[in-house]
T-cell receptor
Framework: DQQVKQNSPSLSVQEGRISILNCDYT??????FLWYKKYPAEGPTFLIS?????DKNEDGRFTVFLNKSAKHLSLHIVPSQPGDSAVYFCAASAISAGGTSYGKLTFGQGTILTVHP | GAVVSQHPSRVICKSGTSVKIECRSLDFQATTMFWYRQFPKKSLMLMAT?????????EQGVEKDKFLINHASLTLSTLTVTSAHPEDSSFYIC????????????FGPGTRLTVL
């Protein structure tokens, strides 16, 4: 039961262009979403997150969009740089109504981004 | 800030031996740490949640007697792979949760375990 899905295993983009990474989820209890970047044989690096009370969060070249009705989020990287080449994971968490949570993250399968010079 | 370290980064051991992996939050206190396993070309699989001062919560299918987790302090959690076998060879990653109003987890660099 894959509750978080990244349907594109890979994405190839030219340097300077926009990279759009997509993620879909099925669990309506998810209300906090994160994107991580991962290089081989390293731990994931946190990039950006968004709460379900927002539909957009921006941090430098990275912007995350959330469409709750479609249960879809996307990460936009612009302009893309060769150093952005890595595996990108989206993750989701459910925060209880009380404001605390178990803290468990559910990850997608990852998308390999390759940015060509 | 929010730096998580793991030690060792790489370990090779003989079948039947036990291996301990340490996970430390270096600049913050982590009441909750998580242990993941990543198979080649696969996503991260949560193995267990480690809460300081209490027993770990294991995910379905993860053997608690096989993967012993201890979270003795707010900055240290350990994972011990007992009686390791070749099928336990994998990339093990820990994360620590920053206790704010959100659930951001910061990950360690991972430990590559190879069981011969």
């Amino acid at each position: 039961d894959q509750q978080v899905k990244q349907n594109s295993p890979s994405l190839s983009v030219q340097e300077g262009r926009i990279s759009i990474l997509n993620c879909d989820y099925t669990n309506s209890m998810f209300d906090y979403f994160l994107w991580y970047k991962k290089y081989p044989a390293e731990g994931p690096t946190f990039l950006i997150s968004i709460s379900s009370i927002k539909d957009k969060n921006e941090d430098g070249r990275f912007t995350v969009f959330l469409n709750k009705s479609a249960k879809h989020l996307s990460l936009h990287i612009v302009p893309s740089q060769p150093g952005d080449s890595a595996v990108y994971f989206c993750a989701a968490s459910a925060i209880s109504a009380g404001g605390t949570s178990y803290g468990k993250l559910t990850f997608g399968q990852g998308t390999i981004l390759t940015v060509h010079p | 800030g929010a730096v998580v370290s793991q030690h060792p980064s790489r370990v090779i051991c003989k079948s039947g031996t036990s291996v301990k992996i340490e996970c430390r939050s270096l600049d913050f206190q982590a009441t909750t740490m998580f242990w993941y396993r990543q198979f080649p070309k696969k996503s991260l699989m949560l193995m267990a949640t480690s809460n300081e001062g209490s027993k770990a919560t294991y995910e379905q299918g993860v053997e608690k007697d096989k993967f012993l987790i201890n979270h003795a302090s707010l900055t240290l959690s350990t994972l011990t792979v007992t009686s390791a076998h070749p099928e336990d060879s994998s990339f093990y990653i820990c994360s620590a949760r920053v206790r704010t109003s959100t659930d951001t987890q910061y990950f360690g660099p991972g430990t590559r375990l190879t069981v011969l």
